[in-house]
């Protein structure tokens, strides 16, 4: 299992950015798929999350309402969609996907086996 993000660079504030995640050894197919991320000095923290099998979607409430997690099942993709940034989103973002099913402690990094690299989001003028 091998998960890849790409997307992410520099970003003026109020500006959008899309980060995608997909897994090059198999299906994200009932599985749990979701995006953290860990700014400068600060613990790594949970961002969104969905569902696979039906779509579920969760958020942190730091991102509501901006950020959107979708799927793309025929390219095995997930896509956090970021709207509005802020300096405070200025972070690596991680994707990650859980072993074999949805964890209801999604937001739980503990519930994720599986890690992309990282990508980094700078949003600076």
């Known amino acids: 299992v091998q998960l890849q993000a790409s997307g992410g660079g520099l970003v003026q504030p109020g500006g959008p950015v899309k980060l995608s995640c997909t897994d090059s050894?198999?299906?994200?197919?009932?599985?749990?798929v979701a995006w953290f991320r860990q700014a400068p000095g600060k613990e790594r923290e949970f961002v969104a999350a969905i569902r696979w099998s039906d779509n579920n979607l969760r958020y942190a409430d730091s991102v509501k309402g901006r950020f959107t997690i979708t799927r793309d099942r025929a390219k095995n993709t997930a896509n956090l969609q970021m709207n509005n940034l802020a300096p405070a989103d200025t972070a690596v973002y991680y994707c990650a996907a859980t072993a074999h099913s949805w964890n209801v402690q999604y937001y739980n990094m503990n519930s994720y086996a599986h890690w992309g690299q990282g990508t980094l989001v700078t949003v600076s003028s």
């Open positions: 050894g198999r299906t994200f197919t009932n599985r749990g």
